[in-house]
């Protein structure tokens, strides 16, 4: 099974940037689409962007963060880095960022804190 780890994490003050990075240990059970996840404190995890490998294409179903977001992958190979670049962060974007594929998901990694502070 391949291993996701998150890194990138950190307090920051709002309105800076941060940049998250996934590393996938191997290509064992790739799949073409794969995404950032958040989990607020008391939260549930949810989808926040995903990129689609096939055809370089980034999408972003959470409106809340929608213009703040950058995902991106280093290239086109199944092992390439995932990236999320968020933008003007907000107090209410402090979270647990998680990567992983999107339907079905691979096992999840311990994922990156990000703290906001005003």
């Known amino acids: 099974q391949v291993q996701l780890v998150e890194s990138g994490g950190g307090l920051v003050q709002a309105g800076k940037s941060l940049k998250l990075n996934c590393q996938f240990s191997?290509?064992?059970?790739?799949?073409?689409?794969a995404g950032w996840y958040r989990q607020a404190p008391g939260g549930e995890r949810s989808l926040v962007a995903f990129h689609i490998r096939s055809s370089d294409t980034a999408h972003y179903p959470d409106s809340s963060m929608k213009g703040r977001l950058t995902i991106s992958r280093a290239n086109a190979g199944a092992k390439a880095p995932l990236y999320l670049e968020i933008q003007g962060l907000r107090p209410e974007d402090t979270a647990v960022y998680f990567c992983?594929?999107?339907?079905?998901?691979?096992?999840w990694g311990q994922g990156t804190h990000v703290t906001v502070v005003s």
């Open positions: 191997d290509t064992s059970g790739a799949r073409d689409t």
């Open positions: 992983n594929y999107v339907t079905p998901v691979a096992p």
